[in-house]
Protein backbone atom coordinates (compact mmCIF):
# COMPACT_ATOMS: atom_id res chain seq x y z
CA UNK A 1 0.00 0.00 0.00
CA UNK A 2 3.21 2.20 0.73
CA UNK A 3 4.10 2.41 -3.37
CA UNK A 4 0.52 3.65 -3.75
CA UNK A 5 1.60 7.02 -2.33
CA UNK A 6 1.97 9.65 -5.28
CA UNK A 7 2.46 12.92 -3.48
CA UNK A 8 3.26 13.60 0.04
CA UNK A 9 -0.13 15.22 1.07
CA UNK A 10 -1.25 11.52 1.20
CA UNK A 11 0.83 11.11 3.69
CA UNK A 12 -1.78 10.92 6.72
CA UNK A 13 -1.82 9.32 10.29
CA UNK A 14 -3.39 6.00 8.91
CA UNK A 15 -0.41 5.45 7.25
CA UNK A 16 2.01 6.65 9.43
CA UNK A 17 0.52 4.15 12.11
CA UNK A 18 1.03 1.10 9.54
CA UNK A 19 4.59 1.56 8.27
CA UNK A 20 5.61 2.19 11.48
CA UNK A 21 3.98 -0.83 12.81
CA UNK A 22 4.35 -2.85 9.30
CA UNK A 23 6.22 -5.41 10.71
CA UNK A 24 5.45 -6.86 13.97
CA UNK A 25 8.51 -8.61 14.67
CA UNK A 26 10.20 -5.52 15.34
CA UNK A 27 11.00 -4.64 18.78
CA UNK A 28 9.21 -1.48 20.29
CA UNK A 29 12.72 0.36 20.39
CA UNK A 30 13.01 -0.14 16.32
CA UNK A 31 9.39 0.95 16.21
CA UNK A 32 10.37 3.92 17.94
CA UNK A 33 12.99 4.59 15.49
CA UNK A 34 11.12 4.48 12.47
CA UNK A 35 8.84 7.05 13.99
CA UNK A 36 11.47 9.04 15.07
CA UNK A 37 13.11 9.22 11.44
CA UNK A 38 9.70 9.43 9.79
CA UNK A 39 8.86 12.66 12.24
CA UNK A 40 12.17 14.11 11.05
CA UNK A 41 11.64 13.57 7.27
CA UNK A 42 8.23 14.68 7.44
CA UNK A 43 9.69 18.20 9.21
CA UNK A 44 11.79 18.53 6.39
CA UNK A 45 9.01 18.45 3.75
CA UNK A 46 6.92 21.41 5.83
CA UNK A 47 10.24 23.41 5.27
CA UNK A 48 9.75 22.36 1.38
CA UNK A 49 6.15 23.23 1.72
CA UNK A 50 5.56 19.80 0.25
CA UNK A 51 2.37 19.19 3.31
CA UNK A 52 1.52 21.74 5.82
CA UNK A 53 1.45 19.56 9.05
CA UNK A 54 3.41 16.74 10.30
CA UNK A 55 1.08 13.58 11.14
CA UNK A 56 4.05 11.50 13.02
CA UNK A 57 3.52 14.22 16.05
CA UNK A 58 0.38 12.58 16.88
CA UNK A 59 1.55 9.48 16.97
CA UNK A 60 2.89 8.12 20.82
CA UNK A 61 6.06 6.86 21.28
CA UNK A 62 5.62 2.92 22.49
CA UNK A 63 6.92 2.27 26.01
CA UNK A 64 10.28 0.16 25.43
CA UNK A 65 12.03 -2.57 28.07
CA UNK A 66 14.52 -0.85 30.38
CA UNK A 67 17.91 -2.09 28.60
CA UNK A 68 19.78 -3.76 31.56
CA UNK A 69 23.61 -3.89 30.87
CA UNK A 70 25.60 -7.52 32.26
CA UNK A 71 28.01 -6.36 34.86
CA UNK A 72 31.16 -8.20 34.16
CA UNK A 73 32.42 -10.05 37.68
CA UNK A 74 36.19 -9.52 37.99
CA UNK A 75 36.54 -13.42 37.75
CA UNK A 76 34.65 -13.38 34.04
CA UNK A 77 37.26 -9.73 33.43
CA UNK A 78 40.24 -12.15 34.21
CA UNK A 79 38.63 -14.97 31.90
CA UNK A 80 38.43 -12.68 29.18
CA UNK A 81 41.99 -12.00 29.64
CA UNK A 82 43.18 -15.24 29.66
CA UNK A 83 40.99 -16.69 26.55
CA UNK A 84 43.10 -13.66 24.52
CA UNK A 85 46.12 -15.28 25.62
CA UNK A 86 44.99 -18.60 24.81
CA UNK A 87 44.07 -17.32 21.57
CA UNK A 88 47.28 -16.06 20.03
CA UNK A 89 49.06 -17.80 17.55
CA UNK A 90 52.51 -17.45 17.68
CA UNK A 91 53.15 -19.05 13.69
CA UNK A 92 51.48 -15.92 12.33
CA UNK A 93 52.19 -12.39 13.87
CA UNK A 94 49.24 -10.53 12.55
CA UNK A 95 46.91 -12.74 14.36
CA UNK A 96 49.22 -12.81 17.76
CA UNK A 97 49.14 -8.99 17.19
CA UNK A 98 45.41 -8.66 17.08
CA UNK A 99 44.66 -10.40 20.77
CA UNK A 100 47.42 -8.45 22.07
CA UNK A 101 45.24 -5.60 21.39
CA UNK A 102 42.61 -7.28 22.67
CA UNK A 103 44.16 -7.56 26.19
CA UNK A 104 45.23 -4.24 26.10
CA UNK A 105 41.90 -2.73 24.87
CA UNK A 106 39.90 -4.79 27.31
CA UNK A 107 42.23 -3.50 30.29
CA UNK A 108 41.81 -0.17 28.97
CA UNK A 109 37.65 0.47 28.70
CA UNK A 110 37.48 -1.71 32.39
CA UNK A 111 40.15 0.07 34.30
CA UNK A 112 39.27 3.66 32.65
CA UNK A 113 35.55 3.24 32.06
CA UNK A 114 36.06 4.09 28.61
CA UNK A 115 33.50 3.96 25.28
CA UNK A 116 34.71 1.71 22.95
CA UNK A 117 35.19 4.83 20.36
CA UNK A 118 37.26 7.03 23.22
CA UNK A 119 39.60 3.41 22.83
CA UNK A 120 39.98 3.25 19.23
CA UNK A 121 40.18 6.89 18.22
CA UNK A 122 42.94 7.13 20.49
CA UNK A 123 45.84 8.30 19.29
CA UNK A 124 49.85 8.08 20.18
CA UNK A 125 50.23 11.30 21.37
CA UNK A 126 47.29 11.13 23.17
CA UNK A 127 48.91 8.92 25.74
CA UNK A 128 51.30 10.64 27.90
CA UNK A 129 53.20 8.22 30.16
CA UNK A 130 54.95 10.94 31.93
CA UNK A 131 51.70 12.58 33.61
CA UNK A 132 50.06 9.08 33.25
CA UNK A 133 47.33 10.35 31.41
CA UNK A 134 45.46 9.99 28.35
CA UNK A 135 43.72 12.84 26.43
CA UNK A 136 40.31 12.25 25.14
CA UNK A 137 39.17 14.86 22.34
CA UNK A 138 35.61 14.76 20.38
CA UNK A 139 33.86 12.01 22.46
CA UNK A 140 30.25 11.81 22.77
CA UNK A 141 28.56 14.96 24.05
CA UNK A 142 31.60 17.12 21.94
CA UNK A 143 33.45 17.02 25.00
CA UNK A 144 36.94 16.86 25.58
CA UNK A 145 38.62 15.22 29.17
CA UNK A 146 41.88 13.91 30.75
CA UNK A 147 41.90 10.57 32.35
CA UNK A 148 44.16 9.53 35.10
CA UNK A 149 46.27 6.09 34.74
CA UNK A 150 47.36 4.08 36.93
CA UNK A 151 50.87 2.82 37.44
CA UNK A 152 49.71 -1.00 36.04
CA UNK A 153 47.36 0.66 33.56
CA UNK A 154 50.51 2.83 32.00
CA UNK A 155 52.82 -0.49 32.44
CA UNK A 156 49.97 -2.16 30.19
CA UNK A 157 50.27 0.17 27.56
CA UNK A 158 53.95 1.05 27.86
CA UNK A 159 53.88 -2.86 27.09
CA UNK A 160 51.51 -2.55 23.84
CA UNK A 161 52.36 0.53 22.03
CA UNK A 162 56.35 -1.05 22.00
CA UNK A 163 54.62 -3.75 20.45
CA UNK A 164 52.89 -2.08 18.19
CA UNK A 165 56.07 0.54 16.97
CA UNK A 166 57.62 -2.68 16.25
CA UNK A 167 55.15 -4.65 14.43
CA UNK A 168 53.57 -1.64 12.81
CA UNK A 169 56.14 1.34 13.15
CA UNK A 170 53.50 4.93 13.08
CA UNK A 171 54.73 7.01 10.58
CA UNK A 172 53.96 10.36 13.35
CA UNK A 173 52.54 10.68 16.61
CA UNK A 174 48.91 11.04 15.48
CA UNK A 175 48.87 7.48 14.41
CA UNK A 176 46.32 5.13 16.09
CA UNK A 177 47.08 3.81 19.44
CA UNK A 178 45.62 0.49 18.35
CA UNK A 179 46.03 -0.21 14.81
CA UNK A 180 46.20 -3.22 12.57
CA UNK A 181 48.22 -4.11 8.97
CA UNK A 182 45.96 -1.29 7.18
CA UNK A 183 45.56 0.72 10.09
CA UNK A 184 42.75 1.71 12.56
CA UNK A 185 40.21 -0.52 13.86
CA UNK A 186 36.97 -0.74 13.38
CA UNK A 187 34.22 -0.72 16.11
CA UNK A 188 32.73 -4.13 13.83
CA UNK A 189 36.10 -6.11 14.20
CA UNK A 190 36.25 -5.50 17.81
CA UNK A 191 33.28 -6.32 18.66
CA UNK A 192 33.76 -9.53 15.89
CA UNK A 193 36.83 -10.38 18.31
CA UNK A 194 35.15 -9.54 21.72
CA UNK A 195 32.58 -11.93 20.80
CA UNK A 196 35.12 -15.10 20.11
CA UNK A 197 36.67 -14.71 23.58
CA UNK A 198 32.67 -14.42 25.01
CA UNK A 199 31.96 -18.33 23.88
CA UNK A 200 35.06 -19.53 24.93
CA UNK A 201 34.55 -18.35 28.15
CA UNK A 202 30.93 -19.34 28.20
CA UNK A 203 29.62 -15.76 28.49
CA UNK A 204 27.56 -16.49 25.33
CA UNK A 205 26.04 -18.97 22.70
CA UNK A 206 27.54 -18.96 18.71
CA UNK A 207 24.38 -17.24 17.81
CA UNK A 208 22.45 -16.10 20.91
CA UNK A 209 22.46 -13.13 22.88
CA UNK A 210 25.59 -12.16 24.37
CA UNK A 211 27.04 -9.16 26.65
CA UNK A 212 29.03 -6.41 25.11
CA UNK A 213 32.47 -4.84 25.16
CA UNK A 214 30.83 -1.87 26.48
CA UNK A 215 29.36 -3.67 29.40
CA UNK A 216 33.30 -3.06 30.49
CA UNK A 217 31.82 0.51 30.90
CA UNK A 218 29.20 -0.46 33.12
CA UNK A 219 30.96 -2.77 35.08
CA UNK A 220 33.37 -0.26 35.76
CA UNK A 221 30.94 2.38 37.34
CA UNK A 222 29.28 -0.59 39.40
CA UNK A 223 32.27 -2.11 40.52
CA UNK A 224 33.46 1.66 41.44
CA UNK A 225 30.35 2.70 43.21
CA UNK A 226 30.26 -0.77 45.55
CA UNK A 227 34.11 -0.28 46.72
CA UNK A 228 32.63 3.68 47.37
CA UNK A 229 30.09 1.51 49.57
CA UNK A 230 32.52 -1.39 51.46
CA UNK A 231 35.21 2.27 52.32
CA UNK A 232 32.02 3.76 54.07
CA UNK A 233 31.96 7.03 51.32
CA UNK A 234 28.74 9.42 50.76
CA UNK A 235 27.93 7.96 47.33
CA UNK A 236 25.86 11.20 46.46
CA UNK A 237 28.72 13.04 46.91
CA UNK A 238 30.86 11.01 44.78
CA UNK A 239 28.60 10.77 42.08
CA UNK A 240 29.95 14.01 40.64
CA UNK A 241 33.30 12.80 40.79
CA UNK A 242 32.46 9.86 38.82
CA UNK A 243 29.92 12.15 36.20
CA UNK A 244 32.93 13.48 35.60
CA UNK A 245 35.95 10.91 35.23
CA UNK A 246 33.70 9.00 32.56
CA UNK A 247 32.51 12.67 30.82
CA UNK A 248 29.02 12.95 31.07
CA UNK A 249 27.46 15.97 30.04
CA UNK A 250 24.62 15.54 32.94
CA UNK A 251 24.76 13.58 36.72
CA UNK A 252 21.44 11.67 35.09
CA UNK A 253 23.86 9.92 32.60
CA UNK A 254 26.09 8.55 34.68
CA UNK A 255 23.26 7.08 37.37
CA UNK A 256 22.50 5.01 34.00
CA UNK A 257 25.29 3.27 34.46
CA UNK A 258 24.67 2.12 38.31
CA UNK A 259 22.81 -0.80 37.77
CA UNK A 260 21.45 -2.32 41.25
CA UNK A 261 23.40 -5.36 41.91
CA UNK A 262 22.87 -7.63 44.22
CA UNK A 263 26.17 -7.37 45.97
CA UNK A 264 25.36 -3.37 45.88
CA UNK A 265 22.07 -4.22 47.15
CA UNK A 266 23.61 -6.04 50.22
CA UNK A 267 26.12 -3.19 51.42
CA UNK A 268 23.71 -0.93 51.25
CA UNK A 269 21.27 -3.18 53.96
CA UNK A 270 24.71 -3.90 55.65
CA UNK A 271 25.25 0.25 55.73
CA UNK A 272 21.81 0.26 57.41
CA UNK A 273 21.75 -1.96 59.51
CA UNK A 274 24.81 -0.56 61.26
CA UNK A 275 23.02 2.80 61.29
CA UNK A 276 19.97 1.25 62.36
CA UNK A 277 21.54 -0.58 65.40
CA UNK A 278 22.80 2.39 66.72
CA UNK A 279 19.26 3.88 67.28
CA UNK A 280 17.86 3.38 71.09
CA UNK A 281 15.03 0.73 71.02
CA UNK A 282 12.84 3.05 72.90
CA UNK A 283 13.53 6.31 70.64
CA UNK A 284 12.41 3.89 68.10
CA UNK A 285 9.22 2.82 69.76
CA UNK A 286 7.99 6.34 70.63
CA UNK A 287 8.24 7.07 66.41
CA UNK A 288 5.72 4.04 65.96
CA UNK A 289 3.80 5.26 68.73
CA UNK A 290 3.42 9.13 67.09
CA UNK A 291 2.91 7.63 63.82
CA UNK A 292 0.35 5.32 64.85
CA UNK A 293 -1.77 8.37 66.73
CA UNK A 294 -1.74 10.35 63.65
CA UNK A 295 -3.92 7.48 61.83
CA UNK A 296 -7.22 8.92 60.70
Keep these: MFRDISSAGQIDEGLVVNWVHSARSNSNKTKNTKLACLRKFLHYLIRLGLIAVNPALSIPYLREKPFK ?47 LGEALNLRIKDVDFSEATLSLWKTKFHKERLVPLSAEMANKLKEYLALRIKRYPPANPESPFFCHA ?115
Design 69 to 115: PYIYSLKEIGGLLEAACRFEDHSRRDRCFAWRTMQAMICLIYACGLR
Design 182 to 296: RGKYAGRSIETLFRKLLVVCALSKPNGPAPRIHDLRHSFAVHRLYQWYQEGEDILNKLALLSTYMGHAQLEYTQVYLTITRALLREGNRRFKDFAEGIPQGFVERIISHHGSRRP
